[in-house]
């Protein structure tokens, strides 16, 4: 890493940001599909600086056992803290844990970002609810009515609201399951979370039009009939999901796994879906229009759900770079082109974008 480290830095000269750093990450053995989801949770910002802030601020006594959260802020810290811009870092004591705490990683087998991503964010909540709760009964007796404790605001009133960890602040949006009884017209609407979103894929197609294909209506009858409360009986039905409140860093998974029944296996869909680098949310229910940046992709690379290679491409203070364990380059954004897929379904191209991170634009926030 040290020629490539040097030709990053003389690629990027006096427009090296100032205090950012560049580390590409060890690969203990297809550890890739953990490798590059961490550069890319690394480079969301936000989430990277409340992660040290919070660390910094709730530092577990010597002898408390660590967690997958205390391994990935000294991580984020050991990056951040090098006096060296650019080389390499072996992330051995998250993958040693991550290992120990979840048999499905232990293997030398190729692992799934996607599975892995959404693992490690709700682990990283529960484990941030959980030291909120010892903490809130810990000071019961403190006066101010709100106040925030290990990363989550907690509220001290008679009502019970969830807490609201780092995770939740950067990720979580909501998403609202309507359904219209087409008898008697009542709307039936129930509310549920998510950290990421799941999109089913097809060819030639684009995010824009993902998003709208998941928010398209669907028809309920024969065998899926709605029970109405309001008809007491089961009557045919409108369902749509719409977003109702869009999270700040919106992760988008494109569903390139799809199980073939024919073949009796998943294949991988090489389809070419277009990512735009600016997107906007349209027929989200509480905001006219969110506007989201790009900022991280995962890419899976490989004919097949079973074996490949995962790389991250991310943008960092204008500049996209291209991650592969441990390798770190300068890359165009031209080049993001490249991952979108392929046209044909028998292509050399085996790039293509699986995870999306988009962060949203500070005018379309409401917070």
């Avoid at 609202?176 to 129930?190: G, I, K, P, S, W």
Wanted: hydrophobic letters at 35%.
């Amino acid at each position: 890493m040290g020629a490539a480290g040097s030709k990053l830095e003389k690629a990027l000269g006096d427009q090296f940001p100032e205090g950012e750093r560049y580390f590409g990450l060890e690969n203990f053995g297809n550890t890739c599909y953990c490798n590059s989801v961490l550069q890319a949770l690394y480079f969301c910002v936000p989430f990277r600086e409340q992660l040290l802030e919070y660390y910094a601020n709730n530092k577990n006594p010597a002898d408390a056992e660590e967690n997958l959260l205390t391994c990935l802020a000294d991580l984020f810290l050991l990056i951040s803290s090098q006096k060296k811009k650019t080389g390499v870092i072996a992330p051995k004591r998250f993958v040693q844990r991550l290992k120990k705490q979840h048999e499905v990683f232990r293997s030398f087998m190729h692992q799934d970002a996607h599975e892995f991503l959404n693992y490690l964010l709700n682990e990283l909540a529960d484990i941030l609810e959980k030291e909120a709760r010892v903490a809130k009964s810990d000071q019961e007796t403190s006066s101010p009515s709100e106040k925030v404790a290990n990363g989550c605001i907690t509220s001290n009133g008679p009502q019970k609201e969830p807490l609201v960890t780092l995770v939740h602040k950067n990720f979580q949006g909501i998403l609202t399951n309507e359904t219209r009884c087409l008898c008697c017209e009542t709307v039936t609407a129930r509310d549920e979370t998510f950290l990421d979103l799941s999109l089913d894929i097809e060819q030639n197609s684009s995010i824009t039009s993902c998003l709208k294909n998941f928010s398209s209506t669907e028809t309920l009858n024969a065998e899926d009939k709605f029970f109405c409360d309001k008809c007491c009986s089961l009557q045919e039905a409108q369902k749509r999901m719409k977003i109702k409140r869009p999270p700040h860093i919106l992760v988008i998974h494109l569903k390139r796994f799809k199980y073939i029944e024919q073949l009796n296996r998943h294949k991988k869909l090489s389809y070419r879906v277009v990512f735009p680098l600016e997107l906007k949310l349209s027929n989200t229910v509480e905001d006219a229009d969110a506007e989201y940046s790009l900022f991280a992709v995962v890419v899976h690379v490989g004919s097949g759900p079973n074996h490949g290679h995962y790389v991250s491409l991310v943008k960092s203070y204008n500049h996209w770079l291209f991650f592969d364990d441990e390798n770190v380059e300068m890359v165009d954004e031209s080049a993001i082109q490249t991952f979108f897929g392929s046209a044909q379904e028998y292509s050399s191209n085996t790039d293509h974008g699986y995870i999306l991170f988009y962060e949203r634009l500070v005018a379309s926030s409401t917070s």
